[in-house]
């Protein structure tokens, strides 16, 4: 019986990749304003009435293919942080693995701005929550860079917690410039230069 329920469980999982993966590309395609179930079930080759069973609302796959594209963002940026290279070239990959990728193919779509929007509406919840996720893990690695060069950062004013905090502000305040993806890139390395300079021995 476990073993059926197991085998029952994977198949439903498979079931909703597929539904998150047509999604995504149906909201890439028409944007969320056009795009009804009808079209959603349709590229992920379920039945309408089975595409209700999985969820109540177009609203709650939208939530559903947001939360997805945040972990894996998570679990790449992470695993870019653990890679071996120097201090910046990890972070700046980490950024990328975490930001940059994650939003390219939104903002190539001519529906991204609505998109974007209708994110903020949506599922601000979700993305607060991988901020916070994603400050605490890079907030972490700069903790430990610190204390491998014997930098106390409190003596200079600063914290790991606050430079990460600052990081992630200034990806914001380039979002709301409509800076994005390889616009971003240059800024980013300049502020990964100034916490090298938090960083360097006197």
């Known amino acids: 019986m476990s073993a059926l329920k197991d085998n029952e469980k994977k198949m439903e999982d498979a079931k909703r990749a597929r539904v998150l993966e047509g999604a995504m590309q149906v909201f890439l395609a028409y944007g969320f304003s056009r795009t009804t179930m009808d079209d959603i079930a349709r590229a992920a080759e379920i039945s309408r009435p089975a595409l209700y069973l999985l969820f109540r609302n177009k609203a709650d796959i939208f939530r559903a293919v947001e939360q997805d594209l945040l972990r894996k963002s998570q679990t790449n940026a992470c695993a870019a942080l653990r890679e071996e290279g120097a201090f910046p070239d990890r972070l700046l990959a980490a950024l990328d693995q975490a930001l940059f990728q994650l939003l390219q193919k ?47 950062l409190e003596d200079r004013g600063l914290s790991a917690q606050s430079l990460a905090e600052m990081l992630f502000d200034m990806l914001a305040g380039l979002k709301a410039r409509g800076k994005r993806g390889s616009q971003a890139e240059p800024h980013c390395r300049q502020f990964i230069k100034l916490i090298e300079l938090a960083l360097k021995q006197k």
């Open 106 to 152: 939104v903002y190539e779509s001519p529906h991204g701005d609505e998109l974007v929007d209708f994110n903020n509406q949506i599922a601000a919840d979700l993305v607060a929550d991988w901020r916070r996720h994603m400050v605490e893990r890079f907030a972490a690695f700069i903790g430990e860079e610190a204390e491998r060069r014997g930098i106390k």
